[in-house]
């Protein structure tokens, strides 16, 4: 029986593609039976927001708090996927038509998801958030924000401004998700970080399954 659940999670490899300046992926074998070892074991050399990752006060905000103290259920619980059809940013415009509510978990569905995970090679003019928008966000006061590319803010704009002003709000992100698979509305989300001590980020595995008739009835009345 095909499980309802969807990896939205990209696989960890060497060569994949990285934020540029990152530590790029590596994974070796620090034992091999192949080699003659008793028994395997893996080396893995990357940043900590390398793939899908998740993104901590901590990454841009003095003081903030690590990955190992995000509440559990920040990023577990019901989810929704927003499509966007900007092909340069999220603006406030586009999501003001979705009438996005306090508490909720919001993920972006944009055109990335159809080609930015199809490459190693950086993509440059991925979709991001805009800072305004990410400013409409914390003003709204949602729970969590997904993207997915390798981030929230754009490499040539928004990249600090748009991290900052949903961090300090005390939104979490998840970053580096592949919702190609994934159909618009609301899901039930498991994302879970790793717990490093004091993180800044970490590698997570997320999945999603589309939400029931009851499990959406009771979104919508959240909402």
Known sequence: MASPWIDVSVTLRTGMVSWPGDPPARISHALDMERGDP????????????????????????????????????????ARVIPIRDRKSIKPGELVRHAIRRGERVLFKTHNSGRCWDTDSFVEDFVYLSAKAAQYLAERQVRLVGVDYLSVGGFRADGVETHQA??????????????????????????????????????????????????????????
């Open 39 to 78: 028994c395997t074991v893996s080396l893995l050399e990357m940043g900590a927001h390398t793939g899908t990752h998740m993104d901590a006060p901590a990454h841009f905000v003095r003081g903030g708090i690590g990955i190992d103290d995000m509440p559990l259920d920040a990023a577990i619980g019901s």
């Open 166 to 223: 949903l961090l300090k709000a005390g939104i979490w992100v998840i970053e580096g998700l592949n919702l190609k698979r994934v159909r618009p509305g609301r899901v039930q989300l498991v994302c879970l970080p790793l717990k490093v001590a004091g993180g800044d980020g970490a590698p997570a595995r997320a999945i999603l399954r589309p939400a029931g008739r009851r499990e959406r009835k009771q979104g919508e009345v959240q909402r």
